[in-house]
């Protein structure tokens, strides 16, 4: 693994001035946004194109993964690679889960909300509302927010304009509802009560699939959707 200058990938990542990155070598990995206390890399993984992302802590090196989905040997690479610690879930669909048996059985724990953990082959720690999960010297705040899946959750990170949303929120609207478990009222009441009201507008939202929007671009399309029922 080489350190070396590189571009961060996200449209909403600033320049970085960093002179060193790990770069952990797997293929289609990627540094995606950095600042001075976390760095963000990304891979797109499976036949629905997931977003898989694993938070590191600049001051530490230790990490987290966000999405167990698939492709297990690529995000073992990565694990390995980042000093990743433990696996968290936004949800409980099949193609966020399918790589959770073999990263356990590479000795990762798996964190999914109680209400979702029924939906994963197996898991290690139950996520709760408003709690905080240490990654080094970093602080992911817990956010439920119920609707895509009975147990959706988001990730704000303390001190840096990022939310992980899961498939709860993408640019241009909730996610889907159709599915077992979700429902769209439930959905609406999320983003607007617990993602609205509460983030700064400024905050860059990374989502299960696709590109990163952000709080503000995204908050004035609420009546939108509400009317156009999806």
Known sequence: MNDQPTTPTSPHAGPCSHTHHPR??????????????????????????NNVFVLRCRQTGESVLIDAANEHDKLLELCRALDVRSVLETHGHFDHIQAVPAVREAGYRVAVTADDAAMLPSYDDILEDESVIQVGRL???TICTPGHTPGSICFRLEGSPILF??????????????????????????????????I????????????????GAERPRLDEWVARGW
């Open 139 to 141: 602080r992911l705040h």
């Open 24 to 49: 952990p070598g797997v293929e289609g990995a990627a540094l995606h946004w950095c600042d001075e206390q976390a760095e963000i890399h990304r891979i797109v993984v499976g036949d629905y194109e």
């Open 165 to 198: 949303s899961g498939d709860t929120l993408f640019p241009g609207g909730p996610g889907a509802t159709t599915f077992e478990g979700g429902d769209f009222t439930t959905i609406i009441e999320s983003i607007d009560r617990r993602l609205f009201a509460d």
């Open 200 to 215: 700064h507008p400024g905050t860059i939202v990374m989502p299960g699939h696709g590109t990163d929007t952000t709080i």
